[in-house]
């Protein structure tokens, strides 16, 4: 039962070093949103891509932050020069069909930031 | 802005005893309401969802409400039992985007 795989679980990271967080959505879904919890909060969506194209990144912060979701192979979430204040947990979901719920939610990755 | 609104932050509940979660959203563009299941260290995973087509849904112990002239919905959990302590979100979404409530932790005492 192949669900939302996310790795790695648990991530630490030095102020300045970059974060890679992984994501492999529902085998057969091509559709994928990440999302970033933080402490006492919801869950605030970031960006939503398909197969090689992003298609919303309106929650992405303007710097630092990409993502990617390659033909072949996991989406992938980068942060670069990570800062204290992107400790948080973050998810990444996957649909079958664009517009159609549910969204079906990976286990995450909590990252932090020494 | 925070789209929608979730109350209480936290609730205690006696074991058999129902718990009440609220939700008010501002887009009346928003055609898909879901509420999700947390618990700690997992990612939140679907509970049940409504269309405003209609005004309750059920499913087993779960049931929710939902009142469009208000823009409210909630979740009622009957017969509330430990492995129900978790935390609860409403979310709503009129496309791909997922608007989430800060939660509610349900606490659930034996």
């Known amino acids: 039962n192949a669900g939302v795989m996310q790795n790695p679980r648990h991530l630490v990271r030095r102020r300045g070093q970059e974060a890679r967080l992984r994501c492999s959505p529902v085998?057969?879904?091509?559709?994928v949103y990440w999302y970033r919890q933080l402490p006492e909060e919801g869950l605030k969506f970031m960006v939503y891509?398909?197969?090689?194209?992003?298609?919303?990144e309106s929650g992405m912060p303007k710097e630092r932050f990409s993502a990617e979701f390659p033909k072949e192979g996991p989406s992938i979430l980068r942060i670069q020069q990570v800062v204290r204040g992107d400790s948080a947990a973050y998810f990444c979901?996957?649909?079958?069909?664009?517009?159609?719920?549910?969204?079906?939610f990976g286990d995450g990755t909590r990252l932090s930031i020494l | 802005q925070q789209q929608v609104k979730q109350s209480p932050q936290s609730l205690i509940v006696q074991k058999g005893g129902i718990s009440i979660i609220n939700c008010a959203y501002e887009?009346?563009?928003?055609?898909?309401f879901p509420w999700y299941q947390q618990f700690p260290g997992k990612g939140p995973a679907l509970l049940i969802a409504?269309?405003?087509?209609?005004s309750e849904k059920k499913e087993g112990r779960f049931t929710i409400s939902f009142n469009k002239s208000a823009k409210q919905f909630s979740l009622h959990i009957m017969d509330s039992q430990p492995g129900d302590s978790a935390t609860y979100f409403c979310?709503?979404?009129?496309?791909?985007?997922?608007?989430f409530g800060a939660g509610t932790t349900v606490t659930v005492r034996a």
């Open positions: 887009n009346t563009a928003f055609d898909y």
């Open positions: 979901a996957s649909s079958l069909e664009q517009g159609t719920q549910p969204q079906h």
């Open positions: 085998k057969g879904h091509s559709h």
């Open positions: 409504i269309r405003p087509d209609v």
């Open positions: 979310a709503a979404s009129n496309d791909y985007k997922l608007s």
């Open positions: 891509l398909q197969k090689e194209n992003i298609i919303d």
